[in-house]
Protein backbone atom coordinates (compact mmCIF):
# COMPACT_ATOMS: atom_id res chain seq x y z
CA UNK A 1 0.00 0.00 0.00
CA UNK A 2 2.84 2.18 0.43
CA UNK A 3 3.35 2.40 -3.29
CA UNK A 4 -0.01 2.58 -4.07
CA UNK A 5 -0.01 5.71 -1.82
CA UNK A 6 2.87 7.26 -2.78
CA UNK A 7 0.99 7.06 -6.37
CA UNK A 8 -1.78 8.27 -5.40
CA UNK A 9 0.05 11.32 -3.99
CA UNK A 10 1.34 12.23 -7.20
CA UNK A 11 -1.88 12.13 -8.50
CA UNK A 12 -2.91 14.46 -6.24
CA UNK A 13 -0.04 16.63 -6.49
CA UNK A 14 -0.38 16.96 -10.40
CA UNK A 15 -4.24 17.74 -10.02
CA UNK A 16 -3.63 20.62 -7.67
CA UNK A 17 -0.42 22.30 -9.79
CA UNK A 18 1.37 21.41 -6.68
CA UNK A 19 5.34 21.33 -6.85
CA UNK A 20 8.49 21.14 -5.11
CA UNK A 21 7.93 24.77 -3.15
CA UNK A 22 4.72 23.17 -2.28
CA UNK A 23 5.83 20.66 -0.14
CA UNK A 24 9.21 19.81 2.28
CA UNK A 25 9.48 17.00 5.46
CA UNK A 26 9.86 18.18 8.60
CA UNK A 27 12.48 17.38 10.76
CA UNK A 28 10.04 14.53 12.73
CA UNK A 29 9.92 13.19 8.53
CA UNK A 30 6.35 14.31 8.11
CA UNK A 31 5.34 16.00 4.43
CA UNK A 32 4.35 19.09 5.11
CA UNK A 33 2.49 21.61 2.88
CA UNK A 34 2.22 25.21 2.66
CA UNK A 35 0.55 27.72 3.00
CA UNK A 36 0.81 28.41 -1.29
CA UNK A 37 -0.21 24.89 -1.55
CA UNK A 38 -3.42 24.92 0.59
CA UNK A 39 -4.49 28.25 -1.43
CA UNK A 40 -4.20 25.93 -4.14
CA UNK A 41 -5.99 23.34 -3.87
CA UNK A 42 -8.84 25.61 -2.45
CA UNK A 43 -8.88 27.47 -5.71
CA UNK A 44 -8.77 24.19 -8.07
CA UNK A 45 -11.52 22.74 -6.01
CA UNK A 46 -13.37 26.03 -6.12
CA UNK A 47 -13.56 26.28 -2.09
CA UNK A 48 -16.10 28.01 -0.78
CA UNK A 49 -15.01 28.85 2.43
CA UNK A 50 -16.91 30.37 5.37
CA UNK A 51 -15.47 31.38 9.04
CA UNK A 52 -17.30 31.34 12.50
CA UNK A 53 -15.80 32.33 15.75
CA UNK A 54 -15.74 30.10 18.28
CA UNK A 55 -14.15 31.74 21.13
CA UNK A 56 -12.15 35.29 21.26
CA UNK A 57 -10.19 35.57 24.20
CA UNK A 58 -7.26 38.18 25.30
CA UNK A 59 -5.37 34.69 24.66
CA UNK A 60 -7.20 32.17 23.06
CA UNK A 61 -8.72 32.14 19.87
CA UNK A 62 -10.84 29.25 18.29
CA UNK A 63 -12.22 29.71 14.65
CA UNK A 64 -14.43 26.79 12.93
CA UNK A 65 -13.80 27.17 9.24
CA UNK A 66 -16.75 25.11 7.07
CA UNK A 67 -15.22 24.12 3.44
CA UNK A 68 -17.53 23.22 0.65
CA UNK A 69 -16.65 21.52 -2.56
CA UNK A 70 -19.25 20.02 -5.22
CA UNK A 71 -22.26 19.79 -2.47
CA UNK A 72 -19.97 17.73 0.42
CA UNK A 73 -18.67 19.91 3.59
CA UNK A 74 -16.41 19.70 6.08
CA UNK A 75 -15.89 21.44 9.54
CA UNK A 76 -12.68 21.87 10.86
CA UNK A 77 -10.67 24.10 14.29
CA UNK A 78 -8.00 26.10 14.22
CA UNK A 79 -6.70 27.16 17.44
CA UNK A 80 -4.46 29.94 18.67
CA UNK A 81 -2.97 30.91 22.27
CA UNK A 82 -0.07 32.08 24.10
CA UNK A 83 1.11 28.31 23.73
CA UNK A 84 1.73 28.48 19.87
CA UNK A 85 1.76 32.28 19.47
CA UNK A 86 3.56 33.75 22.81
CA UNK A 87 4.00 37.32 23.27
CA UNK A 88 7.57 38.44 22.53
CA UNK A 89 9.41 41.60 23.01
CA UNK A 90 11.81 43.72 20.24
CA UNK A 91 15.17 45.10 20.91
CA UNK A 92 13.59 48.61 21.33
CA UNK A 93 11.66 46.81 24.45
CA UNK A 94 8.39 46.83 22.49
CA UNK A 95 5.88 44.20 22.33
CA UNK A 96 6.06 42.22 18.90
CA UNK A 97 2.61 42.59 17.19
CA UNK A 98 0.78 38.91 17.61
CA UNK A 99 -1.97 37.62 14.81
CA UNK A 100 -4.11 35.43 16.55
CA UNK A 101 -7.45 35.15 14.80
CA UNK A 102 -5.41 35.26 11.73
CA UNK A 103 -3.45 32.00 12.75
CA UNK A 104 -6.58 30.60 14.02
CA UNK A 105 -8.08 31.06 10.85
CA UNK A 106 -5.23 29.90 8.61
CA UNK A 107 -5.01 26.29 10.40
CA UNK A 108 -8.88 25.99 10.53
CA UNK A 109 -8.71 26.47 6.66
CA UNK A 110 -5.91 24.35 6.21
CA UNK A 111 -7.00 21.63 7.82
CA UNK A 112 -10.59 21.46 6.64
CA UNK A 113 -8.88 21.91 2.99
CA UNK A 114 -6.31 19.48 3.36
CA UNK A 115 -9.76 16.98 4.82
CA UNK A 116 -12.11 17.32 1.90
CA UNK A 117 -8.93 17.07 -0.60
CA UNK A 118 -8.21 13.51 0.66
CA UNK A 119 -4.71 15.00 1.44
CA UNK A 120 -4.98 14.12 5.35
CA UNK A 121 -5.63 10.59 4.38
CA UNK A 122 -1.99 10.11 3.37
CA UNK A 123 -0.62 11.64 6.00
CA UNK A 124 0.24 15.63 4.83
CA UNK A 125 0.19 18.20 7.17
CA UNK A 126 -0.44 21.75 6.85
CA UNK A 127 3.10 23.98 7.62
CA UNK A 128 0.81 25.91 9.87
CA UNK A 129 -0.75 23.57 11.84
CA UNK A 130 2.48 23.58 14.32
CA UNK A 131 5.61 25.59 15.20
CA UNK A 132 7.00 21.70 14.51
CA UNK A 133 6.26 22.14 10.64
CA UNK A 134 7.91 24.85 9.83
CA UNK A 135 10.01 24.54 6.80
CA UNK A 136 13.42 24.00 7.48
CA UNK A 137 16.24 24.51 4.80
CA UNK A 138 15.91 25.02 1.14
CA UNK A 139 18.21 21.77 0.88
CA UNK A 140 15.63 19.85 2.40
CA UNK A 141 12.55 20.82 0.75
CA UNK A 142 10.72 17.78 -0.62
CA UNK A 143 9.09 17.55 -3.83
CA UNK A 144 6.24 15.36 -5.20
CA UNK A 145 7.80 13.94 -8.60
CA UNK A 146 5.81 11.84 -11.40
Known sequence: TIMKNTERLKELAQNYELTGDDFFKSHQGFIIITRTGIEKIAAIDNMDIKYEMVKCENDFVV????????GKSMESYGESDLLNLPIKVGKNGNKIARYPVALAEKRAKARAVLQLSEFYKYGIYAEVESDEFKRPSKSNSYAVRS
Open 63 to 70: IKAIVTKE
